[in-house]
């Protein structure tokens, strides 16, 4: 089968020692798929690599809330990031669950006809679509309590982050000729995973992973949970990517997320133009890049690759990599803040 991966050029898992090495030994174990393409292209960047992992299976996998109802929160999140590999991808694991009736319907963006079911679904779509001036009224009425919550964030912002890295570094289709849009590959597919995604595994195992790897404190929304120090490290190493583009093009491209309404950009590299302007030519390419990483990842070329490694003087697939890395994780953390002020004032309140 061939390799869906662009731009970069990841080496075999099989070849990968350490760190690395021990992550793939996980994910075989735990996810079901040691060669899994989405973790693969974090590979140049093995503190990324653990840290992508170590979020999504505390907050995704392991954990007391429903494997299901957390798969929705991912595929609507996917499906709000316009991210079609990994639309697909939660399409197969939600028919690994079981319910291959709620996989097929919400994959055709239908309303599931269990009102739990179209909560948890509406809610990770929203998490992008309701950045806007009422941001907080749209995520506040969040379909499950406050002891599920950094399952479900956890959830949410792990794939605003991987949906944004897999836009990026790979193809849209798992499988030759978009198979994997049909249902009984679909369906077969899940029922290959089933046994591994119906297992209870134990909170805490990634942490291991993460010796080593700087982190700063846990964010609040993950109360205890394992998914908190697994979150910080993810910052720390996606940060990394901040230190090449110079404090100017950080200060220009955090100007605009901040800014961003949750929409996707018009077409054209118009907007890009505008909040790159004042920039150096040689940092442009990178600022183009990180913005794109942020807010439309599926638009970067391999035209806007070639242009930052023709800027930059040491352009490896890690440097690459951890470049995207900031620029998805800037978002990240800007969704992360309209997602926790509903936490925090009903906290406050005592609601």
């Not at 995207?324 to 906290?347: C, D, H, K, N, Y």
Request: net charge neutral; with cysteine.
């Amino acid at each position: 089968m061939p390799a869906p991966f662009r731009l970069t050029t990841p080496a075999p898992p099989e070849s990968l020692t350490g760190r690395s090495a021990a992550v793939y030994a996980q994910l075989a174990t735990d996810f079901g798929i040691r060669r899994a393409p989405t973790f693969v292209v974090l590979s140049p960047a093995p503190d990324l690599l653990a840290a992508t992992w170590a979020v999504l299976r505390e907050s995704l996998l392991a954990g007391r809330a429903s494997r299901t109802a957390k798969e929705l929160v991912a595929l609507g999140v996917s499906q709000a990031n316009r991210c079609p590999f990994c639309v697909d991808a939660h399409t197969v694991l939600l028919h690994a669950t079981g319910d291959h009736r709620l996989a097929e319907t919400a994959a055709r963006g239908g309303t599931p006809p269990d009102p739990e079911h179209a909560a948890l679904l509406a809610w990770g779509r929203a998490t992008r679509t309701g950045l806007g001036p009422d941001a907080s009224g749209a995520v506040a009425g969040r379909p499950f309590d406050d002891a599920a919550a950094p399952e479900f964030v956890g959830t949410a912002l792990a794939f605003h982050f991987i949906n944004r890295m897999v836009s990026a570094l790979l193809d849209d289709d798992m499988m030759p000729a978009g198979l994997q849009r049909l249902r009984l590959v679909r369906s077969a597919g899940g029922r290959a995973l089933a046994r591994t995604v119906r297992r209870e595994l134990p909170p805490g195992a990634s942490l291991p992973l993460l010796r080593g790897v700087p982190a700063g404190p846990p964010p609040d929304w993950a109360e205890e949970a394992p998914v908190g120090p697994a979150f910080a490290a993810l910052r720390a190493a996606a940060g990394r990517g901040g230190e090449r583009l110079g404090e100017q093009a950080r200060e220009a491209v955090e100007a605009a997320v901040d800014a961003w309404d949750g929409s996707h950009p018009p077409l054209g590299g118009g907007w890009i133009a505008r909040r790159t302007a004042e920039l150096p030519a040689d940092r442009r390419p990178a600022a183009r890049l990180v913005l794109l990483a942020a807010l439309a990842p599926y638009r970067i070329t391999e035209a806007d690759a070639e242009a930052w490694r023709a800027a930059d003087p040491d352009p490896y697939d890690a440097d690459l990599v951890r470049l995207l890395a900031f620029g998805a994780f800037t978002a990240v953390s800007r969704i992360e803040t309209s997602i926790q002020r509903p936490f925090q004032r009903a906290r406050l309140t005592g609601h």
